[in-house]
Nanobody, 115 residues
Framework: QVHLVESGGGLVQPGGSLRLSCAASGSVFSGAAMYWYRQAPGKQRELVAL???????NYDDSVKGRFTISRDNAKNMVSLQMNSLKPEDTAVYYC?????????WGQGTQVTVSS
């Protein structure tokens, strides 16, 4: 069984930065693609960023140039560095691990961008 635990959310002013982290238990991390999603109130969950096992990254257009996804296979951790935050970035952020052994989600961490 794989467990994902997100951390690093909080309240930040527009233009500020936050760094989200997702720690994974289990032994499948290095062979798994990792994703960050977000869900704002009243909206569908949307993909924000992904990183493959080989380190290839992709981003939603709304966060390109502001967010950076990275992974540390030695620590079984994926991070999302978020800069130049905007009020529209307010959402619950979820990490997802997808591998041949299964599809797992964390419980989410709240990010609120407000003055």
């Amino acid at each position: 069984q794989v467990h994902l635990v997100e951390s690093g959310g909080g309240l930040v002013q527009p233009g500020g930065s936050l760094r989200l982290s997702c720690a994974a238990s289990g032994s499948v991390f290095s062979g798994a693609a990792m994703y960050w999603y977000r869900q704002a109130p009243g909206k569908q969950r949307e993909l924000v960023a992904l990183i493959t096992t080989g380190g290839i990254t992709n981003y939603d257009d709304s966060v390109k140039g502001r967010f950076t996804i990275s992974r540390d296979n030695a620590k079984n951790m994926v991070s999302l560095q978020m800069n130049s935050l905007k009020p529209e970035d307010t959402a619950v952020y979820y990490c997802r691990l997808f591998s041949a052994r299964g599809d797992y989600w964390g419980q989410g961490t709240q990010v609120t961008v407000s003055s």
